[in-house]
Nanobody
Framework: QVQLVESGGGLVQAGGSLRLSCAAS????????MGWYRQAPGKQRELVAT???????NYADSVKGRFTISRDNAKNTVYLQMNSLKPEDTAGYYC???????????????WGQGTQVTVSS
């Protein structure tokens, strides 16, 4: 059993900052890519940022220069530092991870339950 548990969402004024965390727990042998996605009401889920086990990052154009993704491999945790927040960043934010439960085992895709970020104007 593998779980991803997010924390750190909330209500913030435009221009403010929030830091999201997502910790993976359970039967884990290795974690490949980890990432954050978001979904606003009435819209499709979209990629925000990803990070590989080696630290290579990828960002959506809409968050480049404002958001920073990082991870602590020893803690199986990924973070999303969000600065200069805008009302259009309002969404449910979901953690994602590609996890193998055993050596040479298949990678499975896991999702967290989501954490709400609301940015007021």
């Amino acid at each position: 059993q593998v779980q991803l548990v997010e924390s750190g969402g909330g209500l913030v004024q435009a221009g403010g900052s929030l830091r999201l965390s997502c910790a993976a727990s359970g039967t884990i042998f290795s974690i490949n890519a980890m990432g954050w996605y978001r979904q606003a009401p009435g819209k499709q889920r979209e990629l925000v940022a990803t990070i590989t086990s080696g630290g290579n990052t990828n960002y959506a154009d809409s968050v480049k220069g404002r958001f920073t993704i990082s991870r602590d491999n020893a803690k199986n945790t990924v973070y999303l530092q969000m600065n200069s927040l805008k009302p259009e960043d309002t969404a449910g934010y979901y953690c994602n991870a590609h996890i193998s439960k055993m050596e040479y085992g298949p990678m499975y895709n896991y999702w967290g339950q989501g954490t709400q970020v609301t940015v007021s104007s």
